[in-house]
């Protein structure tokens, strides 16, 4: 059952901050993501060597830093396996917290967001404990609260290399006042994994399944499924396409009932990942033929609201803000 309801209206939860506008897991991005109009950062965790939790898309950080260009750690670069998939990188658990210090962040989809891109090498890499100390602050200027929306990436591989993600977590957000019913900025946890969310439990914060497209998730977001995630989550966080399924030429569908069933389990709905550019939006919602220009993001958004998702995952925080007032004033 649900233990702890978020205020509505529909949450806007800034997707590695305003990863659209600045490189992803930085300060400035999820600074900007909150000034935009959001209401959570989401924080991708991963961990360094020495235990501490940073925040990387993946536990493999040479597509998001300049870690290539440091002579002194060209011997890191190896090959791993990371459930099931072979990659050869750099790993941030083969670097210390002060190594990773030195690092820099790089936009991930330079074609798309050149404009990011052009900031590459500004921005320092970020612990958990930076961005829930900006949470608090943000509240505190903002008038409105900030929470943070923090994912455990991988715990199994992570765990299997002796960084165990969930103790230091847990740690970190007692310590930091954000655990417990009345946490000082709201929190939500989020993992892939329900083992991990299960050893979170103990915080009695609201807890998040994600689900991605793939088949492994199936059961999962049938009405039993859904009955088994409520014994242990309050909320989902599936691919948007589980919702609104696109066809192959692209275009949306006909809507699923997976809202209107998670809602009759209980849980919340917070689909990802929304993003405002022609490259990732349906053909009929693209504006010309430029894949880094904005096309017409109301419109999806507006679709989603009208089947009462809870929140949604964007890139976007400002354009998530403006299609939500524009949605809630024709109400």
Same mark, same amino acid.
Request: net charge negative; aromatic share 8%; glycine share 8%.
């Given at each position: 059952?649900?233990?702890?309801?978020?205020?509505?209206?529909?949450?806007?939860?800034?997707?590695?901050?305003?990863?659209?506008?600045?490189?992803?897991?930085?300060?400035?991005?999820?600074?900007?993501?909150?000034?935009?109009?959001?209401?959570?950062?989401?924080?991708?965790?991963?961990?360094?060597?020495?235990?501490?939790? #940073?925040?990387?898309?993946?536990? !493999?950080?040479?597509?998001?830093?300049?870690?290539?260009?440091?002579?002194?750690?060209?011997?890191?670069?190896?090959?791993?396996? #990371?459930?099931?998939?072979?990659?050869?990188?750099?790993?941030? !658990?083969?670097?210390?917290?002060? %190594? #990773?210090?030195?690092?820099?962040?790089?936009?991930?989809?330079?074609?798309?967001?050149?404009?990011?891109?052009?900031?590459?090498?500004?921005?320092?890499?970020?612990?958990?404990? %930076?961005?829930?100390?900006?949470?608090?602050?943000?509240?505190?200027?903002?008038?409105?609260?900030?929470?943070?929306?923090?994912?455990?990436?991988?715990?199994?591989?992570?765990? =299997?290399?002796?960084?165990?993600?969930?103790?230091?977590?847990?740690?970190?957000?007692?310590?930091?006042?954000?655990?417990?019913?009345?946490?000082?900025?709201?929190?939500?946890?989020?993992?892939?994994?329900?083992?991990?969310?299960?050893?979170?439990?103990?915080?009695?914060?609201?807890?998040?399944?994600?689900?991605?497209?793939?088949?492994?998730?199936?059961?999962?977001?049938?009405? !039993?499924?859904? =009955?088994?995630? =409520?014994?242990?989550?309050? =909320?989902?966080?599936?691919?948007?396409?589980?919702? #609104?399924?696109?066809?192959?030429?692209?275009?949306?569908?006909?809507?699923?009932?997976?809202?209107?069933?998670?809602?009759?389990?209980?849980?919340?709905?917070?689909?990802?990942?929304?993003?405002?550019?022609?490259?990732?939006?349906?053909?009929?919602?693209?504006?010309?033929?430029?894949?880094?220009?904005?096309?017409?993001?109301?419109?999806?958004?507006?679709?989603?609201?009208?089947?009462?998702?809870?929140?949604?995952?964007?890139?976007?925080?400002?354009?998530?803000?403006?299609?939500?007032?524009?949605?809630?004033?024709?109400?």
């Amino acid at each position: 059952m649900r233990r702890n309801k978020p205020e509505l209206p529909i949450k806007i939860i800034s997707h590695r901050g305003a990863s659209g506008h600045r490189p992803e897991h930085t300060l400035a991005a999820y600074e900007l993501g909150a000034r935009y109009g959001g209401d959570f950062i989401e924080v991708d965790l991963v961990a360094t060597k020495d235990g501490h939790l #940073i925040a990387r898309h993946e536990p !493999e950080i040479g597509h998001t830093t300049d870690v290539a260009a440091h002579p002194e750690f060209a011997d890191r670069r190896t090959t791993r396996t #990371i459930d099931g998939r072979e990659i050869t990188g750099f790993f941030a !658990e083969d670097f210390t917290l002060e %190594e #990773i210090s030195r690092l820099r962040a790089v936009e991930r989809i330079p074609d798309v967001r050149p404009d990011n891109a052009a900031l590459d090498g500004q921005y320092p890499i970020p612990t958990l404990a %930076e961005i829930v100390e900006l949470a608090k602050r943000l509240t505190g200027e903002l008038g409105r609260p900030i929470g943070v929306y923090p994912e455990t990436k991988h715990p199994a591989y992570h765990a =299997a290399a002796g960084l165990e993600l969930e103790p230091p977590l847990i740690a970190l957000l007692r310590d930091s006042g954000l655990a417990g019913p009345d946490p000082e900025v709201p929190v939500f946890l989020q993992s892939f994994d329900p083992e991990s969310l299960k050893k979170l439990r103990e915080l009695e914060v609201p807890l998040v399944q994600l689900a991605h497209s793939g088949a492994a998730f199936d059961d999962a977001l049938t009405p !039993e499924g859904l =009955a088994r995630i =409520a014994e242990y989550a309050d =909320a989902i966080g599936p691919d948007k396409t589980r919702i #609104i399924p696109l066809g192959a030429d692209g275009e949306p569908g006909e809507p699923t009932t997976l809202v209107e069933d998670a809602h009759a389990a209980g849980l919340l709905v917070h689909p990802y990942t929304f993003r405002s550019e022609n490259a990732f939006l349906p053909p009929s919602l693209r504006s010309g033929q430029d894949a880094t220009a904005y096309g017409g993001f109301a419109a999806e958004y507006e679709a989603f609201f009208e089947l009462g998702v809870d929140g949604v995952f964007t890139d976007h925080s400002r354009h998530a803000y403006l299609a939500r007032e524009l949605f809630l004033q024709e109400q």
